[in-house]
């Protein structure tokens, strides 16, 4: 038996016959089957840019946004959560007050959709300086390093408002705040690089990261996976 990350109750893991197979790549399950029922996956109707869920068409007005500021070089970006109240309090547990334990369960919800979208380099959004300071790790290489090997290709430039504090209005006039380390060695040029985040709200913070990572390597091909959207 085993107790769940969540809700403290003892439960028996379950596995799949495709779990199985996959079992020597599936993280350790550390949620219950009804706290795991909480995370909704998006609806195969979304957004072909951003996966963001949609009624009607095939791009959202996000997207559409998007397209006429870069005039067209869209990046396409795979979430595979909703974004609802229990991805909400997960999310605060874990980045504003530090749960580092909590990894395990992102890493759980987004491990085997994660193992579809394969890459020549798996880049993680940084986090800025003194968010690590203040939590005493990088939330986002947290949660992919056991499941990916990371390249840690770009910085973040100290005394950045989180993302999470802003408006949508702050966070799309945020100005550019990522840049490529100076010890780079690696040619991404002609190379597949995904982009890995945990959370896709307006499209913003990985735009950035995109910018900076062509601005030095503008042959890169690149694309994102976020865990929800």
């Avoid at 609802?84 to 980045?95: S, T």
């Avoid at 990261?209 to 865990?227: C, E």
């Amino acid at each position: 038996m085993r107790r769940c990350l969540l809700c403290g109750q003892k439960f028996a893991a379950q596995l799949s016959l495709r779990e199985l197979f996959l079992l020597s790549k599936k993280p350790e399950q550390v949620i219950c089957f009804h706290c795991r029922s909480k995370f909704v996956q998006l609806k195969s109707s979304r957004c072909q840019i951003c996966s963001k869920e949609l009624d009607s068409g095939q791009i959202c007005s996000d997207c559409e946004a998007w397209k006429r500021k870069y005039t067209g070089n869209l990046l396409r970006n795979y979430a595979v959560f909703k974004y609802n109240d229990a991805f909400h309090e997960l999310m605060v547990n874990y980045k504003r007050y530090g749960d580092y334990i909590l990894r395990k369960v992102l890493q759980e919800l987004c491990w085997q959709e994660l193992g579809k979208h394969r890459a020549d380099f798996y880049v993680p959004i940084p986090t800025a300086p003194e968010h690590i300071q203040q939590r005493q790790f990088d939330t986002i290489s947290a949660i992919f390093a056991d499941l990916v090997p990371l390249t840690t290709v770009l910085g973040k430039k100290s005394g950045v408002k989180a993302q999470g504090e802003k408006t949508r209005k702050e966070r799309l006039l945020s100005k550019q705040s990522f840049f490529v380390l100076e010890n780079t060695n690696i040619n991404f040029n002609f190379k597949k690089v995904l982009l890995l985040d945990d959370i896709y709200t307006t499209g913003r913070t990985l735009y950035h990261a995109r910018n900076a990572l062509l601005t030095a390597f503008p042959q890169a091909k690149i694309v994102s996976f976020s865990i929800c959207r």
